[in-house]
């Protein structure tokens, strides 16, 4: 009964603090007191931008100077070219942390991981037992095969394995968006016309690089199946230089290499490949090929 009374007087506080919550009593222009019901308004949400504004931000394009790897008659002319290249390749947020994922993939990749020894039961020899249990005044022994004992069996040694990590691929696809925005940030991304090159001799090309101001280590990227000849023959011999196709390259190499060069086609080859495209038209950037565009 003592319970019940308890009970009943909770119930009555509750319903006394919930009327007292949604009430409030209100004084009127006659001197009497009006109850009325609480108006709480509705939270104000904060300024969002527009889609149309994100949209406007996104489609900027990435413009880079257009160079010449063969020097041209009309210098003036070539260099008040430009590429348009697509931004959500070219400018995506830098993240050092996808970038060192995918420098760990590609090293791990690279172990041999043939490192073999031999356990107690691998090593040959007889199961003798060297000397006797007792009697002798030294430590007890078994075989010959012991891990204690020299030419013995080595205890936890390695053995031959896989040292290869899996990554998904949207990650890897996201590192070389990544690398390519960072070299294009650092201003140390080149975009040329062609990588052909006519002759064959390395003095010709260091020239060439030295006129271009491309004597730091640099790696060109051609967006053909296979890296023109004469690029190849006249870099060969060169430890600061490294030519690749666009299809073999990964993100180590842009990572690795301070300065990247890239033909028209292998711009294009990275759009098609790295771009991001949206079924929305309106909304969406298209990706479109490398075009060239006097600068005013």
């Not at 691998?122 to 010959?144: F, I, T």
């Not at 028209?264 to 950037?285: N, P, V």
Request: net charge positive.
């Amino acid at each position: 009964m003592l319970s019940a009374a308890f009970s009943a007087a909770r119930l009555l506080r509750a319903n006394v603090s919930r009327t007292y919550a949604t009430t409030v009593v209100a004084s009127s222009s006659h001197g009497h007191a009006t109850s009325a019901s609480v108006a709480v308004p509705p939270p104000q949400a904060p300024d969002e931008l527009s889609s149309s504004a994100i949209v406007s931000t996104l489609r900027q394009p990435v413009y880079i100077p257009l160079s010449t790897l063969i020097r041209s008659k009309s210098a003036t002319q070539s260099s008040n070219q430009v590429a348009e290249i697509d931004p959500s390749v070219f400018a995506h947020p830098i993240r050092r942390d996808i970038l060192h994922l995918c420098v760990v993939h590609h090293l791990d990749s690279l172990r041999q991981g043939s490192a073999n020894t031999k356990t107690r039961a691998e090593v040959r020899g007889s199961g003798r037992k060297v000397r006797p249990q007792k009697g002798s005044g030294k430590a007890r022994l078994g075989d010959g095969q012991s891990p204690m004992l020299v030419g013995g069996g080595v205890a936890f040694g390695p053995k031959p394995r896989d040292f290869a990590t899996k990554l998904p691929r949207k990650v890897i696809q996201m590192g070389m968006r990544v690398a390519l925005s960072a070299r294009v940030k650092e201003h140390n991304l080149r975009i040329v016309e062609s990588l052909e090159w006519p002759g064959t001799k390395t003095a010709d090309m260091v020239r060439r690089l030295d006129e271009l101001g491309w004597d730091q280590k640099t790696l060109f990227v051609t967006g053909k199946d296979v890296v023109p000849t004469g690029l190849k023959v006249s870099t060969g011999n060169l430890h600061k230089v490294s030519t690749t196709t666009a299809q073999q390259v990964g993100v180590y190499d842009l990572v690795k290499w301070p300065r990247v060069v890239l033909d028209l086609e292998a711009a294009q080859w990275f759009e098609h490949q790295l771009g991001k495209t949206q079924s929305d038209t309106e909304t969406s950037h298209t990706i479109t090929n490398s075009s060239t565009a006097t600068v005013e």
